[in-house]
């Protein structure tokens, strides 16, 4: 276990428990800054991103400002996790579960450790291990570094908190660390927070009117708990599909109506058509289709 995961261990009995810090994301990915330059000889973090999808397929990615590549040995990043969302649970202000790669050629090294309440500790659990690869991994490329797991890993809450810290050792106590967010250097209780995204839009769509060769606007209404969404509409006659228009990704506010553009063909009968909506998130999740009708005049 690397010095900073023994440090957290070794103060968290003056730890008071806070607030949970930061807020819940509106999307399923989600992006974190972090102040860079102050990391000393430790490895830099800079930005932070979260997404999960459908699958329960969590990932972490990291970006430092100083390095590329694999890390050397002596260096590691780590991931602590509020798996629960319980701040009493846990070390500091409720991290459930600790994700160490040590840096080490020609691969890194990769370890789990769980908090023992007990012994007030983080201690490694190999129950992980035959599931790496599988269930949980980790990767870089360039200057990004991936940390990627099942939610059912670590049964993660619909919001969990987590904080990410990088370490540069040396000897004795000469050692650098980066933590993101800065307040959650020991005995800090600051955490990032991130909503998983688990449920499928909702669509409505509305019903909507046009003359031939003229363009129609195809009105409809979509909600999301990541609040991103991309729709496909299908004009029908009976069974048959007239055309498809599909949009590009875009919010998908409660309460406010949205519309995509179709060109009338002028030989089109007049009549009554219908079109139907269906909406995908960014975790992949898809509504089910609405239809509306569309009268053409």
Known sequence: MSRLALA???LVAFVLIPGVAGSAPARSQTSYTDRTGEA??????????????REGATAIDIRLANRTGPLPAGEYLLVYLDADGNSASGAGSGLDFLVEALGAA?????RIYRWDLARR???????FAPAYGRDWGYSSSGSLYRFSFKRAVFNLAPTF???VAAESTGTGTNFDTDWAPDGAAPPGTETF??????????????A???????TAKLSYRVTDDSGVTQEKIRILRGSRVLATVSTTPGPATPGKSYFVNWKIPKSLKKGVLRFCVTSTDEAG???????APLKIT
């Not at 000393?40 to 999808?53: H, K, Y």
């Not at 909507?208 to 003229?214: F, N």
């Open 208 to 214: 909507s009117s046009g003359k031939r060769g003229k």
């Open 285 to 291: 999740f898809a509504s089910k289709a609405s239809c």
């Open 106 to 110: 020609p691969v890194a090294e990769l």
């Open 161 to 163: 908190r987590f904080v």
């Open 193 to 206: 927070s991130y909503r998983l995204d688990t449920q499928p839009p909702v669509v409505r769509a509305v």
């Open 121 to 127: 500790e983080f201690t490694f659990d190999p129950s």
């Open 8 to 10: 957290f261990a070794c």
């Open 40 to 53: 000393g000889r430790a490895p830099d973090i800079q930005t932070i991103a979260v997404a999960n999808d």
